[in-house]
């Protein structure tokens, strides 16, 4: 059986500093419907139809390898205020991170490229979260994060990793321009079967 062809997406690493801490939103994703659901994520969802079509910032489509890249940060930032109530003025200052594919052997499959973005003045305290896709937000180190007990995906907890070191947005924002001038992976999991259990495998990563 061929794999199911990918649906488009994006997803905004959001960031701020509290008590000269870098933090990031994550949200925890309901049980009851969509995807991802009982993990914690960063706010994003598919590129809709709408998405398209507006007007291009410059250099993004070769940055993104793709025609139509700004649709991706307008996905990124629509989906961002209609999860978390969150908007983001001037979307087209969110940098582009990393982008990730799910496994060909999983029938649910998204393509996502990962903005990080700072987060407003004023618009991270009190949080309008979906309540029909979410159960909670939180913002947290990213080191908080990967010690916690919580449920993170392949992916968040790569880019979680990856921004441990920084302190500030600024240290984030000069990452990922580093990232983008080494050029953003396009990372391709696996799923291998260790010891009878499935397990997601990101061989570029080793």
């Known amino acids: 059986m061929s794999p199911t062809e990918p649906r488009q997406a994006a997803s905004v690493v959001l960031l701020r500093e509290q008590a000269n801490v870098l933090q990031c939103l994550l949200v925890e994703r309901g049980l009851r419907r969509g995807a991802f659901r009982g993990f914690w994520v960063f706010p994003g969802g598919v590129v809709d139809p709408e998405d398209r079509g507006a007007d291009p910032i410059a250099g993004l489509d070769n940055l993104l390898a793709c025609k139509d890249a700004t649709a991706y940060v307008r996905a990124a930032s629509r989906e961002l205020e209609e999860e978390t109530g969150v908007c ?119």
């Open 88 to 206: 983001l003025p001037e979307a087209e200052r969110m940098l582009y991170f990393a982008y990730w594919t799910t496994p060909a052997s999983i029938a649910k499959r998204f393509a996502t490229r990962f903005f990080v973005a700072s987060c407003p003045d004023g618009q991270g305290e009190c949080l309008r979260l979906d309540e029909e896709e979410l159960v909670d937000g939180r913002w947290m180190s990213p080191s908080e994060a990967l010690g916690s007990s919580i449920k993170l995906m392949p992916p968040t907890r790569d880019i979680l990793s990856r921004l441990a070191p920084c302190k500030t947005v600024a240290d984030a924002e000069a990452l990922a321009l580093s990232r983008q001038r080494a050029g953003i992976p396009h990372v391709l999991p696996i799923v291998e079967v260790v010891n009878g259990r499935e397990k997601i495998d990101v061989p570029e990563y080793r």
